[in-house]
């Protein structure tokens, strides 16, 4: 594997070389079959990045691979879905009335696991534990990327980062704190007081663990072993 991708690498540097790129395209083959081509004078870069069942992950040197966007985005900038705790589908109103996870596990199963349902395979919301893993083992800066406000989270292990959006949360029809604040459902129930469970909270200054009531609309970073 490593010397196929080494003989990868020295051929796209030798077409990007030439003075002939215009007249060349980059075929991507599995076997023997072609499954994609691209015009190589309309390619800017390439990245060889980490993927785990179709979605994007970085490793920061923890236990678990942090994914680079929430549940329902297609850019680490967007905000994605919202989930009321133990429910995996999105709704128009996040009420009390129409809340419909009955269960109080410790941690939620993987069929009440937002993530897992909707990325599958291995994917799934992260542990109260693994959220603090991230807070105490990473630098957080906040700042903007692509005109949304959220922290690049930088392992202080590995140098490599995260951006986590300010996505706010959703309370009845409402979003609240958008662009301003971030919920971050865990998968860890509240034990004390089952009406409520942990989860990560980002402010422009300080970023900690909090507990709330199940039935607000909060954003899912999904991890995955």
Request: charged share 15%.
């Amino acid at each position: 594997m490593k010397t196929k991708l080494i003989t990868l690498l020295i051929a796209i540097f030798a077409i990007f070389g030439s003075a002939y790129a215009q007249d060349k395209v980059l075929n991507i083959y599995k076997g023997n079959t072609i499954i994609s081509t691209y015009e190589v004078s309309d390619i800017d870069s390439i990245k060889f990045e980490t993927a785990h069942n179709g979605h994007l992950y970085v490793d920061l040197a923890l236990s678990v691979k942090w994914a680079t966007c929430n549940v329902g985005a297609t850019s680490p900038e967007a905000y994605g879905d919202y989930f009321a705790w133990g429910e995996t589908t999105t709704k128009s109103s996040y009420t009390l009335s129409n809340y419909n996870y009955t269960s109080n596990p410790t941690t939620l199963p993987l069929s009440a696991d937002a993530a897992n349902v909707n990325w599958g395979g291995n994917w799934r919301m992260p542990t109260k534990a693994e959220q603090e893993e991230l807070i105490n083992n990473c630098n957080w800066e906040f700042t903007v990327r692509n005109g949304v406000n959220g922290y690049k989270v930088t392992s202080k292990i590995n140098g490599n980062s995260i951006f986590i959006p300010s996505a706010g949360f959703r309370d009845g029809n409402n979003l609240n704190d958008a662009g301003s604040r971030g919920y971050y459902w865990t998968s860890s129930l509240v034990t004390t007081y089952i009406e409520f469970a942990y989860y990560l909270s980002i402010f422009p200054n300080r970023v900690f663990i909090d507990d709330y009531s199940h039935i607000y609309g909060f954003t899912v970073r999904p991890v995955c072993e």
